[in-house]
């Protein structure tokens, strides 16, 4: 039998009329053991995972005192050294639902809001840091019969907590559970989306910028497909500078659509139209379906090319003003392929590489960062195609005869504007309606705040009243 690792462990004690009793609490991956000595099995045992939950009372200088489990129904408070019990709490904060979130924070501006989400402005009482925290409604996960919100959710959880700490990816820090929504707690990011950076520059960015950009990108990325992590919705409005105006430093975030490449999926459209794998689309459009479709992160290359492609040219990769002919351009993969001569051959081969339509052949994120980092310029011209269409499809005999209107699914009907901003990300929502017609849904994730315009928010609930205890 495997022995469990003892993480930490401290001395605590539970306070009795008579006499009070001291426990050995001992930390351990994915659970805690309080036990009244080593040699003895343990009394208490609180598993760390989305079903449970710890509360905690502070003092008045903001420092813990108390922490409660719950056992047999009744909660049960022990106490100990301050230190230790706020390096517990350190230790366990994103692995188990905490109450109590308005002890810690003091809640702010409302920095965007969603169809179940909220994104918060908050800060710690103790410290005076600054966090977002993102609060998921109870009501909006109840609605839905079936148990795949709350499933997106704790997926989306589970998918944060196995990332390792990386300066491109956003770090998920703690999570509380209030009466009426779930709250998970980032780091406060002060700049602006990608999306926003970009339309914002007048002019076209340097070289050495874009560079910069596209590299902490591909880190970033690579480092969520070596943990077996699929993003699945890679665009400009998912990824946000630290500091505002400064792309020096730029973290990939909203990981709501993610997903395990090791898990079988079922199918779904997922993402934002412009940014999707066109593999994605055909196979929605074959009927037959002779093969199980496979997610791979060439998915997110193709995301990180169309991004790219925005960057270097400040227009999207697929001018359309209907969302049917944005998806069948996308599907298709039908762009201008052009050598953009303000960059280096090095950057338009990485950009086509990332932007392959077969994705056997679309670049990984360790091969464009070879070549990114590479000083060698390689002499492979790219044609020069600036008056025509390229549709890359015909190359692996892609059928382009297809009947756009007989696409068997429906993007909201709204008109598609010029700028991508505008656009959110979809999931498949599998519920029957409207004569055996299949629905797209806002993704589960809300998107950044940066973007929204604060004053056009109206809030339900007064901003002192939405952390709840």
């Not at 709250?183 to 406060?188: M, V």
Request: charged letters at 25%; a positive charge; hydrophobic letters at 35%.
């Amino acid at each position: 039998m495997e022995i469990e690792q003892v993480i930490f462990s401290c001395e605590v004690i539970r306070r009795h009329l008579i006499v009070n009793k001291h426990y050995c609490l001992q930390l351990l991956n994915n659970r805690i053991l309080i036990r009244e000595n080593l040699e003895h099995p343990a009394k208490y045992q609180i598993e760390l995972n989305l079903k449970g939950q710890i509360s905690w009372k502070l003092a008045d200088d903001h420092k813990i005192k108390e922490f409660g489990v719950k056992y047999n129904n009744k909660l049960k408070w022990f106490t100990g050294i301050s230190e230790q019990l706020h390096q517990l709490k350190h230790l366990i904060s994103n692995k188990i639902f905490m109450t109590g979130i308005s002890i810690f924070y003091s809640s702010h501006e409302l920095l965007g809001t969603g169809a179940s989400c909220k994104v918060i402005l908050i800060k710690d009482y103790a410290t005076h840091l600054c966090y977002a925290a993102k609060c998921v409604s109870k009501d909006y996960i109840r609605k839905k019969k079936t148990s795949d919100r709350f499933d997106r959710l704790v997926n989306e959880i589970e998918i944060l907590r196995t990332l390792k700490s990386h300066p491109n990816l956003i770090k998920l820090q703690e999570l509380y559970e209030g009466e009426n929504s779930y709250y998970l707690i980032f780091d406060y990011l002060e700049g602006e989306t990608l999306h926003k950076y970009v339309k914002n520059n007048g002019h076209l960015m340097t070289e050495p910028t874009v560079r910069s950009i596209l590299q902490q990108l591909l880190l970033g990325i690579k480092m969520c497909h070596q943990q077996n992590i699929i993003h699945r919705d890679m665009k400009l409005e998912n990824v946000v500078l630290t500091k505002t105006n400064k792309p020096e430093n730029i973290k990939i975030i909203d990981f709501g659509l993610a997903i395990f490449n090791t898990q079988n999926h079922p199918f779904s459209i997922c993402g934002t139209p412009g940014y999707i794998a066109p593999e994605i689309l055909n196979y929605e459009d074959n009927k037959y379906k002779s093969e199980q479709f496979i997610y791979t992160p060439q998915i997110d290359m193709f995301g990180i090319g169309a991004m790219l492609y925005r960057i270097m040219t400040r227009e999207p990769l697929f001018n359309a003003d209907k969302t049917k002919e944005l998806l069948h351009k996308n599907q298709k993969c039908l762009f201008i392929k052009r050598t953009i001569s303000q960059y280096s051959y090095i950057l338009n081969q990485i950009l086509f590489g990332l932007l392959e339509f077969n994705p056997k052949k679309r670049f990984s994120a360790d091969q464009a960062l070879e070549l990114l980092q590479s000083q060698q310029i390689n002499q492979i011209t790219l044609k020069h195609e600036s008056n025509r269409n390229i549709n890359l499809s015909q190359e692996f005999q892609i059928p382009t005869d297809l009947d756009v209107i007989q696409i068997p699914y429906l993007f909201p009907n709204r008109k598609i504007k010029k700028e991508m901003g505008f656009y959110h990300s979809y999931h498949i929502n599998e519920d029957i309606i409207q004569g055996f017609r299949k629905s797209y849904l806002p993704s589960f994730s809300i998107r950044q705040s940066l973007d929204v315009d604060h004053d056009s928010l109206k809030e339900e609930t007064d901003r002192d009243q939405v952390l709840e205890l």
